[in-house]
């Protein structure tokens, strides 16, 4: 894995919204399979799942077709899921929690960039401010370049 | 792509030589000027037809805002 797609990335990629055409351009060339960590998966859909069951018919309607679109990508082999070191990722992040000298950004903006950076990935692709500091940080090249 | 390392430079530069590589493709590591071994890089085979993405999501009805809403619904609990 050489490119890292953290969850508000990806549902850009399988929701229509404002990032979604700078995260379209940013993985068009790029080969598929896009490789994913379990952990993502879960995230993608546990966050969808959790819309298409919840009380707010608009959110279910978007969720549902994002839902959709999310198993068809992962049955065409857009998205494939691969291995991770999770010790590693989870080290890190739990270094990166205890080094931030102000208050740490939530267990998941840590933890996606620890995945990346233990995967040895050279790329993190994420609209997350707080995520994107540590991946530069830690030597990887960041997409879109500018938020 | 450098398709060809000595083991020095295989063995210091492991990750910007191999990360480039396919799966199934391979670097030819040489000893001495003389081939010693062939690193071949595992993984899972790449489609052969390329999806575009932003076309298929551009097809979807609704509109940015309300997908925006839901991403916005979801990063909020992570």
């Known amino acids: 894995m050489t490119h890292y797609l953290d969850l508000g990335f990806l549902l850009c990629l399988v929701t229509k ?11 068009r060339t790029l080969p598929q399979p ?11 859909e546990n966050g969808l799942r959790k819309r298409m069951l919840g009380p ?15 198993q068809f990508y992962l ?7 691969t291995l991770a070191p999770w010790d590693a990722a989870f080290a890190l992040a739990r270094s990166w929690n205890e080094r931030t000298p102000e208050e740490p950004p939530t267990s998941s903006f840590l933890l ?23 991946a530069a940080a830690a030597g990887m090249t960041l997409l879109p370049v500018k938020l | 792509m450098k398709k060809t390392a000595s083991v020095a430079e295989f063995t210091k ?6 990360n480039d590589l396919a799966p199934g493709e391979s670097v030819q590591v040489t000893s001495y000027g003389k081939v010693h071994g062939r690193y071949v ?21 609704y509109g940015a805002e309300a997908g925006q809403q839901l991403v916005d619904a979801i990063l909020s609990e992570v």
């Open chain 1, 17 to 27: 919204a404002s990032g979604s055409p700078l995260a379209w351009e940013a993985v």
């Open chain 1, 34 to 44: 896009l490789p994913l960590t379990t952990l993502q998966a879960l995230q993608v």
């Open chain 1, 56 to 70: 707010d018919p608009k959110l279910q309607a978007v969720a549902a077709r994002a839902w959709g679109l999310w």
């Open chain 1, 75 to 81: 049955r065409e082999m857009v998205f494939a899921l």
């Open chain 1, 112 to 134: 996606h960039p620890a995945i990346a950076a233990s995967c040895g990935c050279t790329h993190f692709l994420s609209f997350q401010p707080e995520s994107r500091a540590l």
């Open chain 2, 13 to 18: 530069q492991f990750g910007p030589i191999t």
């Open chain 2, 41 to 61: 890089r595992e993984g899972m085979p790449r489609r052969r037809r390329k999806f575009d993405l932003g076309k298929r999501l551009a097809q979807e009805e």
